[in-house]
């Protein structure tokens, strides 16, 4: 596929129940910034972004869309409604998304450390292939757990990757992952587990650690040295 046009859609309506504290992850600051402005700022900088849509709750609807206004004065863009589970806040992004975008890009608001060029690379096996997910290779051995704790199985490490965001996908493809997912009523931890459900084919893009999604107290302790660091 040619260049086309790329939309982005930012999941942040979690409550940030295993973090703690009042503010939702997206809307703490880091290094003078909000993590999702930090994470915005990383895809201003992409080639070919058309527009943005995020979900948000209720209470910060207002805030979202006053950074919006400031980060892509030249961009469409639309907050919405945030729904239960992360699959329907991006289901009610999607339901937005222009008939002009080609490819569409899902990246969690709490990953801000989420690196350019990764994202670029990203967007070019997408368009290629029909799908591509920033992953890192599994650090740890993984066991499938039965009942009572019994270890069932230990896949071969060599072929487990943990997938992250932004996974990103044609339009066409996506829209028929969550159309299929709504008749079936499946849910899926990530968009692409929705999209190879439909048979869609989506690449592993092998990315960085540094790419972690800011989830527990502790992830937020390392993304503070990190900033402090200089790596935002
Ligand atoms: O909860 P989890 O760590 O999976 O959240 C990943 C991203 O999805 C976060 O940016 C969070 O704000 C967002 N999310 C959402 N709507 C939900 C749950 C999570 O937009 N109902």
Known sequence: MDKQQLALIIPAAGSGERLGGSVPKPYIELAGKTILEHSLLK?????????VIISTSESYMDQTESLLEKI??????????????RQDSIRNALNKISGKTGLVAVHDAVRPFVAVEDIE??????????????AI?????????????????????????QAQTPQIFWAALIREAYEYADKYNIYGSDDSSLVEQVGGKVVLVEGSDKNFKITYPLDLKIAEFLAKSGEL
């Open 137 to 161: 290779k599994a650090k740890d051995t993984i066991k499938v757990s039965g009942t009572d704790l019994e270890i069932v199985q230990t896949p071969d490490r060599k072929n487990l990757w």
């Open 121 to 134: 690379k990203c967007v070019e096996e997408a368009a290629r292939w029909g799908g591509a997910v920033l």
């Open 72 to 85: 892509f004065p030249d961009l469409n863009f639309y907050v919405v409604a945030g729904g239960r589970q």
């Open 43 to 51: 895809f201003k900088q992409v080639s070919g972004l058309g527009e």
